[in-house]
């Protein structure tokens, strides 16, 4: 995983220069958001290779680790709603605040291509895993099912690639499509229906998270011990309900334009990142616990 982020520091810088070069030959200004995702992608690269601890926060057992996991998950969630709401009052209006956070190169598009870069190698990495311990498997081909499905929604995010490289939208696409840019979900009829579709989803996405323990434990029973272990590994964590209720809250008042003083339309993007947050969550905790189920004699 270290390697991942040392690949993606390397290429957004090279990213940079090209478009500096791009600029002083009289192209367009240089988009910060690359400079941050080397930034960060850096840091990252450094903590992860420097520390114990992200493991340890994973799989370590007992009730005192998993009370750290739960007040680490209730952290998460309470530093995100006091940095958007820091946002909000530190912003002299409304435009402002959209402009500073959602627009091109923002704080959040870029930290939402992290994470989905991240999810996306996590889930083939435990596809890896899975074939390496079961051979050709379902399971094998339900994460690398996942992973294809999430790079899928990394290049919508990212309007395959328009992000980076800047092209003119097709004409004929541009015509049906909400922000006239190379995306399939801001076409018009899926823009006129996205916002109750993605509330309907994260709903269906944290009823599976609340079931998924239940129906695993059932599994479990029906299988040997080897397979039942690593079953257990793929079970979604009791303590992220928390994060996957805030997405579906967050989505329902989009929907509804329920507390429409305090929630903007353009705040679904914090809901879509603390969703990709969650889901890498899981997939991280899951290729933790499965390389410990590996290693053991």
């Known amino acids: 995983m270290t390697t991942l982020f040392v690949v993606l520091s390397v290429a957004s810088l090279l990213t940079v220069v090209v478009q500096v070069v791009i600029a002083v030959l009289g192209g367009g200004a240089p988009d910060p958001g690359w400079a941050g995702l080397a930034l960060v992608s850096g840091a990252v690269a450094f903590w992860s290779r420097r520390g114990s601890g992200f493991q340890q926060l994973?799989?370590?057992?007992?009730?005192?680790?998993?009370?750290?996991?739960?007040q680490?998950?209730?952290?998460?969630?309470?530093?995100g709603v006091v940095l958007v709401m820091g946002l909000k009052l530190g912003s002299p209006d409304v435009d402002a605040y959209k402009n500073l956070v959602f627009g091109e190169g923002g704080l959040v598009e870029w930290t939402q291509v992290i994470l989905l870069v991240t999810a996306v190698r996590s889930a083939w990495l435990i596809g890896t895993d899975l074939k390496r311990r079961l051979g050709e498997s379902r399971l094998v081909w339900i994460f690398r099912g996942w992973s294809?499905?999430?790079?899928?929604?990394?290049?919508?995010?990212?309007a395959w690639g328009q992000v980076i490289?800047?092209?003119?939208?097709?004409?004929t696409l541009r015509d049906i499509n909400a922000q006239n840019e190379t995306t399939l979900h801001n076409i018009d009829w899926f823009q006129e229906r996205l916002d109750v579709g993605y509330f309907l989803v994260t709903l269906v996405i944290l009823l599976a998270v609340l079931l998924a323990?239940?129906?695993?434990?059932s599994?479990?029973?029906?299988?040997s011990d080897p397979m039942a272990l690593v079953l257990s590994t793929l079970t979604p964590a009791s303590y992220v309900w928390p994060l996957f209720t805030a997405v579906a809250a967050l989505a329902f008042c989009i929907a509804t334009r329920s507390l429409s003083d305090l929630i903007v339309n353009r705040d679904q993007e914090w809901g879509e990142l603390l969703l990709y947050a969650s889901v890498l969550l899981l997939l991280l905790r899951t290729r933790v616990l499965l390389?410990?189920?590996q290693d053991a004699p």
């Open 58 to 70: 994973f799989a370590a057992s007992g009730d005192v680790a998993h009370r750290s996991r739960s």
């Open 72 to 79: 680490a998950v209730w952290w998460l969630l309470v530093g």
């Open 148 to 158: 294809l499905f999430l790079g899928l929604v990394l290049l919508e995010e990212l």
């Open 165 to 171: 490289f800047g092209w003119r939208t097709p004409d």
């Open 213 to 217: 323990p239940r129906l695993m434990r």
């Open 219 to 223: 599994l479990r029973q029906k299988h």
């Open 291 to 293: 390389g410990a189920v």
